[in-house]
């Protein structure tokens, strides 16, 4: 079945420690984004990317970093500089028809330890 | 900042009850209105969606209901489920936005029997 993997469901990062979360996508969909959300405050635009090798910076893009080396794979680090990382992160995609039609996946839920 | 604002943030209601979440929008350039529906520890999922230039779209018992000139925007459930119990996020995106969606706040919904 197509759709979204993020992983892992869950991950706890020390002080001070570089973490990366995984978002694959078999969708065939050229655009992703990342999307970090907190209680109370909804979803919030990390990074999104409408094509391989190019991706922009959304409302919060301070400490974190991404890279979209291929179509389906794009990754989110969150640094050591993010300073309050505890939080649900939810990767989505879109395809190029609909480009609003978001398909999310299941989320990585950090907690810093 | 382009803001979509949600009310209210919770909601109870009774099984077989009418649901109405409220949406306010500023940017005029927005024209699509996504509703989200999301379980916990799951990623949101597109539940029905509505463009500018019509007032009202139904689609089972979820009905957006969308006044342009005053820039609101709501969702109503007829005959709440307790299967509805879950998080609810007004969306809106718009041209010039890079196909980005901007998410209200979430209303948690809790239909009891």
């Known amino acids: 079945d197509g759709g979204i993997t993020q992983s892992p469901k869950y991950l706890f990062r020390k002080e001070g420690q570089n973490v990366t979360l995984s978002c694959e996508q078999n969708?065939?969909?050229?655009?992703m984004y990342w999307y970090r959300q907190d209680p109370g405050q909804g979803l919030r635009l990390i990074y999104y990317?409408?094509?391989?090798?190019?991706?922009q910076k959304g409302d919060i893009a301070e400490g974190y970093s991404v890279s979209r080396e291929k179509k389906e794979s794009f990754p989110l680090t969150v640094t050591s500089a993010q300073k309050n990382p505890t939080a649900f992160y939810l990767c989505?995609?879109?395809?190029?028809?609909?480009?609003?039609?978001?398909?999310f996946g299941s989320g990585t839920r950090l907690t810093v330890v | 900042q382009q803001q979509v604002k949600q009310s209210p943030q919770s909601l109870i209601v009774q099984k077989g009850g009418i649901s109405i979440i409220n949406c306010a929008y500023e940017?005029?350039?927005?024209?699509?209105f996504p509703w989200y529906q999301q379980f916990p520890g799951k990623g949101p999922a597109l539940l029905i969606a509505?463009?500018?230039?019509?007032s009202e779209k139904k689609e089972g018992r979820f009905t957006i209901s969308f006044n342009k000139s005053a820039k609101q925007f709501s969702l109503h459930i007829m005959d709440s489920q307790p299967g509805d119990s879950a998080t609810y996020f007004c969306?809106?995106?718009?041209?010039?936005?890079?196909?980005?969606?901007?998410f209200g706040t979430g209303t948690q919904l809790k239909v009891e029997l």
């Open positions: 940017n005029t350039a927005f024209d699509y």
């Open positions: 990317s409408q094509i391989v090798n190019d991706f």
């Open positions: 969708l065939n969909h050229d655009a």
């Open positions: 969306a809106a995106s718009g041209r010039g936005g890079g196909n980005k969606l901007t």
């Open positions: 989505a995609s879109t395809p190029p028809g609909f480009p609003y039609g978001y398909t």
């Open positions: 509505i463009r500018p230039d019509v």
